[in-house]
T-cell receptor, first 113, second 117 residues
């Protein structure tokens, strides 16, 4: 089955700096890669996703890149703000009947004011 | 448009009791997924259902756990004879009907935090 590894497990940045979180996946059949933000006591919130037919996607301060050959994808947050502080999870899934998401172990991002 | 609804938000059970967790998907969504999150860990897939059908239950423990998504009403995750190791946050997600074979976004509910005493 799919295995997703996520690094780093914790990340502290100064407000205004950029943050990068990296994930690798094992199943070459995976073709959908979402990122979720989870605040304390809440459910995961989808913030951006990318499909295997594109290499990069951007939405305001958030961008995701995908390298299918190397089987890794990354989340980039620019101009970080204190409200970006949360746990971020990457995930991977393949198409077809098996729609389950396989999640990474999470990154606790802290943005210092 | 209301999001995914889960209830109860918090549930306390004693060992040996039954726990029933409910999930109402977003309007227009007919695919439901259940995930479990242990403290300080990521989410682990449990089961994927469509109306009246279990599509994939490869993540469900073989005993004591069951799930359903009836034609009418919410999806139910049922845990019989709970043990302390069942204490976790249980999240439900839903996604819309779409093009066959395509992967669609999964939107998560707020979760049910189960505590087994």
């Amino acid at each position: 089955g799919e295995n997703v590894e996520q690094h780093p497990s914790t990340l502290s940045v100064q407000e205004g700096d950029s943050a990068v979180i990296k994930c690798t996946y094992s199943d070459s059949a995976s073709n959908y890669f979402p990122w979720y933000k989870q605040e304390l006591g809440k459910g995961p919130q989808l913030i951006i996703d990318i499909r295997s037919n594109v290499g990069e996607k951007k939405d305001q301060r958030i961008a995701v890149t995908l390298n299918k050959t190397a089987k890794h994808f990354s989340l980039h947050i620019t101009e970080t703000q204190p409200e970006d502080s949360a746990v971020y999870f990457c995930a991977a899934a393949s198409s077809g009947s098996a729609r389950q998401l396989t999640f990474g172990s999470g990154t606790q991002l802290t943005v210092l004011p | 448009n209301a999001g995914v609804m889960q209830n109860p938000r918090h549930l306390v059970r004693r060992r040996g009791q039954e726990a029933r967790l409910r999930c109402s998907p977003m309007k227009g969504h007919s695919h439901v997924y259940w995930y479990r999150q242990l403290p300080e860990e990521g989410l682990k897939f449990m089961v994927y259902l469509q109306k009246e059908n279990i599509i994939d239950e490869s993540g469900m423990p073989k005993e004591r756990f069951s799930a359903e998504f009836p034609k009418e009403g919410p999806s139910i995750l049922r845990i019989q004879q709970v043990v302390r190791g069942d204490s976790a946050a249980y999240f439900c997600a839903s996604s819309p009907v779409g093009i066959a074979g395509g992967q669609h976004e999964q939107f998560f509910g707020p979760g049910t935090r189960l505590t087994v005493l």
